[in-house]
């Protein structure tokens, strides 16, 4: 399924081409070339969580522009970073909701029968592989939280 993404993503780079989405395309190409980057790094095909890791990076780093631009009162820079965004999560899996995280994270809690924050460790690492891609470890890592306290 690694490629499928790869392939996706891919495709998409002719059609907005031909809808003459210049921002789209060169957005595509980013994300491309960053996948490129870390197969010729790791020397090997990445798979869809390898894929999928990336562009949660690349949504991170725009963030934190976006972040950085408010402060330095750059609103431009700031809303071309919030349509990146909005390009690259076009191919991140349905995002979970917070209801959908809080029973996993209850139910992770009592199967590893954690009880404090001594656990939290142990808890991030068995949710690691069940939200990757589909929720944002920061809210996975306040609900842990509230939970172990």
Do not use: W, Y
């Not at 003459?20 to 010729?40: A, N």
């Not at 972040?67 to 919030?82: G, W």
């Not at 909005?86 to 139910?107: D, G, N």
């Amino acid at each position: 399924m690694s490629q499928d993404l790869k392939n996706l993503i891919k495709t998409q780079v002719p059609i907005s081409m031909k809808s003459g989405d210049k921002f789209k395309t060169s957005v595509l190409r980013m994300i491309l070339s960053e996948i490129q980057k870390l197969e010729i790094e790791e020397k090997c095909e990445l798979n869809e969580n390898q894929i999928i890791s990336i562009l949660e990076k690349m949504i991170k780093q725009r963030k934190d522009s976006i972040t950085q631009f408010e402060q330095a009162n750059r609103q431009e820079l700031a809303d071309k970073e919030k349509l990146e965004i909005l390009c690259i999560k076009e191919f991140l899996p349905e995002q979970m909701t917070h209801e959908e995280i809080f029973e996993l994270v209850s139910k992770v809690v009592s199967d590893l029968n954690a009880e404090s924050m001594k656990d939290m460790g142990k808890v991030m690492g068995s949710l690691k592989s069940q939200t990757a891609g589909k929720a944002d470890s920061a809210i996975v890592s306040k609900i842990v939280k509230e939970a172990l306290s």
